[in-house]
């Protein structure tokens, strides 16, 4: 069959119409990033942050502090809708999450930052932050979970400073049982928190 210049033009114009169809269709399905997926967005943040020391664990807790509450707000949403939001619920989850993004932002970019020191004491407090931060990437941790655990290493942070500052920056064999024993019992929440079938 044999198509003359005026078909064939008629033909790509078509062609070009179909493609401009789909490309407008395409981009009119694109949505923004819903409740949960904005919530697993701002915990992968927080989880590099920890890992990589830019977060301390005073500023992970009050981060996990501020999720928690928007998780707790989000389920009585669904609870007061039949497990649905609606969309003043979302707007005001969106502004929430805006917020928390700003806030881990701030933190992870301000001059604080989570200093692991040297020796098994440091070695085994950057142990348990990479396990945290784990457990917060991995969903194995709540957000209600990593804030208590972290509130946890951050008082020890506190006890471990002031041991040091009074034996002129060092720790002395019985100040390192005593954190030890404590990272022992930290650790061991951790493991229960990430084994225990709650999931962010």
Not at 37 to 49: F, L, P, V, Y
Not at 106 to 129: I, L, M, T, W, Y
Not at 148 to 167: I, P
Request: a positive charge.
């Amino acid at each position: 069959m044999k198509f003359n210049r005026g078909t064939k033009v008629l033909a790509l114009v078509a062609v070009a119409f179909a493609f401009t169809l789909t490309a407008a269709a395409q981009s009119t399905t694109t949505t923004d990033p819903t409740v949960g997926q904005r919530k697993e967005n701002q915990q992968d943040r927080i989880a590099n942050g920890v890992q990589n020391g830019s977060l301390t664990p005073g500023e992970t807790s009050n981060l996990e502090g501020k999720e928690a509450k928007i998780n707790t707000e989000t389920r009585q949403m669904r609870s007061a809708d039949e497990g649905h939001l609606t969309t003043a619920d979302k707007t005001r989850l969106n502004n929430q999450q805006n917020k928390l993004s700003n806030n881990i932002y701030q933190d992870k970019h301000n001059a604080a930052s989570d200093h692991f020191g040297p020796g098994e004491v440091g070695q085994r407090k950057e142990n348990q932050q990479d396990r945290i931060a784990q457990g917060v990437r991995s969903g194995q941790l709540t957000a209600g979970e990593t804030h208590n655990l972290e509130a946890k290493q951050s008082a020890l942070n506190g006890e471990t400073s002031n041991m040091r500052k009074l034996n002129n920056g060092k720790l002395t064999a019985g100040d390192k049982r005593v954190v030890n024993a404590q990272q022992n019992k930290l650790s061991k929440n951790i493991y229960r928190d990430k084994n225990n079938g709650r999931r962010q």
